[in-house]
């Protein structure tokens, strides 16, 4: 991750504010609102403000991915991008199980807790799918952003050490 935030910032940073470099990041999937977050420390954005942006633009394409997501791998298949629809198919059929041993909660904890390969994206992705209910699996992807920016924030702003120490 470290490597594609100072790809990013050496040449689309450079153009725009620390800010929108927050919020784009936090919008993107795999990167989300974790690589936001770092992202901000290391631009010295406020913790607030950080935890704001990086929320906000990790949320925005959540609805997005959970209407039409669906749609769109129908339309890679049948338009020589099989291989693309495939993949993201194997990989929210991969997650599945996770998600499926604790059902809602278990959607939370994945989206929730940072670890590669989890997040909104990938939770979006999952419960669109295996259509799950709309409404609570976006109430449940929602609480999981918000557990991540916790987890996050208390990372990347050393707030453990400030606990501990």
Same mark, same amino acid.
């Given at each position: 991750?470290?490597?594609?935030?100072?790809?990013?910032?050496? $040449?689309?940073?450079?153009?725009?504010? +620390?800010?929108?470099?927050?919020?784009?990041?936090?919008?993107?999937?795999?990167?989300?609102?974790?690589?936001?977050?770092?992202?901000?420390?290391?631009?010295?954005? +406020?913790?607030?403000?950080?935890?704001?942006?990086?929320?906000?633009?990790?949320?925005?394409?959540?609805?997005?991915? @959970?209407?039409?997501?669906?749609?769109?791998?129908?339309?890679?298949?049948?338009?020589?991008?099989?291989?693309?629809?495939?993949?993201?198919?194997?990989?929210?059929?991969?997650?599945?199980?996770?998600?499926?041993?604790?059902?809602? @909660?278990?959607?939370?904890?994945?989206?929730?807790? +940072?670890? +590669?390969? $989890?997040?909104?994206? $990938?939770?979006?992705?999952?419960?669109?799918?295996?259509?799950?209910?709309?409404?609570?699996?976006?109430?449940?992807?929602?609480?999981?952003?918000?557990?991540?920016?916790?987890?996050?924030? $208390?990372?990347?702003?050393?707030?453990?050490?400030?606990?501990?120490?």
């Amino acid at each position: 991750m470290d490597g594609f935030l100072s790809w990013f910032m050496a $040449t689309i940073g450079q153009h725009i504010s +620390p800010e929108l470099s927050v919020f784009i990041v936090s919008m993107l999937p795999l990167i989300e609102e974790r690589g936001g977050l770092i992202l901000a420390k290391l631009l010295q954005i +406020p913790m607030w403000k950080a935890v704001f942006i990086c929320v906000v633009g990790n949320i925005l394409p959540i609805p997005f991915i @959970l209407l039409l997501i669906k749609r769109i791998i129908h339309w890679m298949a049948d338009h020589h991008l099989s291989k693309v629809a495939k993949w993201l198919e194997d990989k929210a059929a991969k997650n599945k199980p996770k998600i499926d041993k604790y059902g809602l @909660l278990g959607l939370t904890l994945f989206v929730g807790i +940072p670890l +590669p390969g $989890t997040g909104a994206w $990938t939770g979006s992705l999952v419960a669109a799918v295996f259509d799950m209910d709309l409404k609570k699996a976006s109430i449940s992807i929602l609480i999981g952003v918000f557990l991540a920016a916790v987890i996050m924030t $208390t990372v990347s702003y050393g707030l453990i050490g400030g606990l501990v120490g």
